[in-house]
């Protein structure tokens, strides 16, 4: 018996991966979180399969589910949000998980900065304006941040930032980014990406709060700052430039996907 970590996707039914959807139609429970994992992603599950809502269990609750399960022998669809590697508190569960000796995998799915960037139409790294993305998000009551990794730190750095979980703080999220990146900063907030409800919001730091609390978005958003959401003048990456030497066009069509990653691979020291 196994339990698989299944990232669902940012909310759309359909943004969960083939792998994903295989695996949770061949296991005999899935405890879902039912309060941001869309409905019609339980039709994937096996019939007679237990489905168990974990929006308002705690983790000793989910951990004795798992574990019951495992005493009998199924193997456990746990479905989560977005990715499994970013903010889904996968991480204690495993931990609960390796002291009593289950054993699980970990299927990923798509993140919710990466359908925001699609909603915007954007890629998050420019060629000579951003090539780095920072993920995080604010302090909070509950769970304060590690020390050196609050707003006005990370905001020295001047590259793209993606907040999760924020949107109820958005004036915090100005202020303390005005100070590095200056009230002319292209900003953006994606609410519910990639479900029929997705809320887009584009302005500059200036404005970007009046606009988050115009349309009443608190939750299921992101929030993200940073110079390469508007940019329009920038060099041409080396991936794709004529400069750059390729292999002989005859060896070309042979060399198919490894040719491309030899490309993509010559080309990650100057994009």
């Known amino acids: 018996m196994t339990v698989y970590f299944i990232g669902a996707g940012p909310g759309a039914a359909d943004l969960i991966t083939v792998r994903g959807a295989r695996t949770l139609a061949a296991c005999g429970v899935c405890l879902y979180a039912g309060s941001l994992v869309p409905r019609e992603l339980l039709a994937e599950c096996p019939p007679g399969a237990r489905l168990i809502d974990t929006a308002q269990l705690d983790l000793?609750?989910?951990?004795?589910?798992?574990?019951?399960?495992h005493?009998?022998?199924?193997?456990?669809?746990?479905?989560?949000?977005g990715d499994p590697s970013v903010f889904s508190a996968v991480a204690e569960q495993m931990r609960r998980l390796d002291a009593a000796g289950v054993p699980y995998e970990v299927v990923p799915g798509v993140p919710a900065f990466a359908a925001a960037a699609a909603a915007l139409k954007r890629e998050l790294t420019v060629p000579t304006v951003g090539q780095t993305v920072i993920l995080t998000r604010v302090a909070q009551r509950a769970t304060p941040m590690p020390e050196g990794e609050d707003l006005a730190t990370l905001g020295r750095s001047g590259a793209l930032l993606v907040l999760h979980l924020a949107a109820m703080y958005v004036d915090r999220v100005v202020d303390e980014l005005l100070p590095h990146y200056g009230a002319d900063c292209p900003a953006a907030?994606?609410?519910?990406?990639?479900?029929?409800?997705?809320?887009?919001?584009?302005?500059?730091?200036?404005?970007?709060?009046?606009?988050?609390?115009?349309?009443?978005?608190?939750?299921?958003a992101v929030i993200l700052v940073g110079r390469t959401?508007?940019?329009?003048q920038f060099r041409d990456s080396h991936l794709y430039s004529t400069d750059r030497e390729r292999p002989h066009a005859a060896g070309a069509g042979a060399c198919g996907a490894a040719g491309d990653a030899r490309a993509d691979a010559s080309a990650v020291d100057a994009p």
């Open 60 to 69: 000793d609750t989910i951990t004795g589910e798992v574990v019951r399960a």
């Open 229 to 232: 959401l508007a940019a329009a």
């Open 71 to 81: 005493e009998e022998g199924h193997d456990v669809a746990r479905l989560h949000s």
């Open 189 to 220: 907030v994606v609410a519910m990406a990639s479900r029929p409800d997705e809320l887009v919001l584009r302005g500059t730091l200036a404005d970007i709060a009046a606009q988050v609390k115009a349309a009443g978005i608190v939750r299921t």
